[in-house]
T-cell receptor, first 111, second 115 residues
């Protein structure tokens, strides 16, 4: 089957750096995406890795290693507003553009 | 308004009733997705359209669920004979086919409560 594993919760302090990991089991996919969702809100796109390596977008960076079946989202200079759920997602090569999301990581940022 | 819109935002219905939800994607987007999300879980793929063609449907989706996108613009999701287990947030997303990242833009969702 195809699945993505993420830690259920992460807690960090304001100003710190936090890494949210995503490990996956899928035969092949187009790329690894990350979405943020605040309570009561819709998921919003953060980052995409089509190739192995690091992608940087402001305070957020994302990394992918296909050989290790692993990716992560790195959040720097944490702010209270970063408290949200973060989902990794893949679009498998087989199955059209069906997108599979992880169960999400709930990030709590403390003052 | 250039975002994805969904109507209604909330729906309360009794078990056994039929419900229909509407999604209006970003106008130039040709891909449209429907997802279901329950508390503490990620969005669960239901179905996907490219223009008006329904190209993928989850095997988890029972025959009570049907979706259409008649003119390649807005889409509807109908649930027949609703069950309490159908209570969830139903999310719609759209994207542009030639985007290198397939960034999906989500609507605010329709929260369904089946009594």
């Amino acid at each position: 089957g195809q699945s993505l594993e993420q830690p259920s919760e992460v807690t960090a302090v304001e100003g710190a750096i936090v890494q949210i990991n995503c490990t996956y089991q899928t035969s092949g996919f187009y790329g690894l995406s990350w979405y943020q969702q605040h309570d009561g809100g819709a998921p919003t796109f953060l980052s995409y890795n089509g190739l192995d390596g690091l992608e940087e977008t402001g305070r957020f960076s994302s990394f992918l290693s296909r050989s290790d079946s692993y990716g992560y989202l790195l959040l720097q200079e944490l702010q209270m507003k970063d408290s949200a759920s973060y989902f990794c997602a893949v679009c498998p090569l087989t199955g059209g553009f069906k997108t599979i999301f992880g169960a999400g990581t709930r990030l709590f940022v403390k003052a | 308004d250039t975002g994805v819109s969904q109507n209604p935002r909330h729906k309360i219905t009794k078990r056994g009733q039929n419900v229909t939800f509407r999604c209006d994607p970003i106008s130039e987007h040709n891909r449209l997705y429907w997802y279901r999300q329950t508390l503490g879980q990620g969005p669960e793929f239901l179905t996907y359209f490219q223009n008006e063609a329904q190209l993928e449907k989850s095997r988890l989706l029972s025959d009570r669920f049907s979706a259409e996108r008649p003119k390649g613009s807005f889409s509807t999701l109908e649930i027949q004979r609703t069950e309490q287990g159908d209570s969830a947030m139903y999310l719609c997303a759209s994207s542009l086919a030639d985007s290198s990242t397939d960034t999906q833009y989500f609507g605010p969702g329709t929260r369904l409560t089946v009594l």
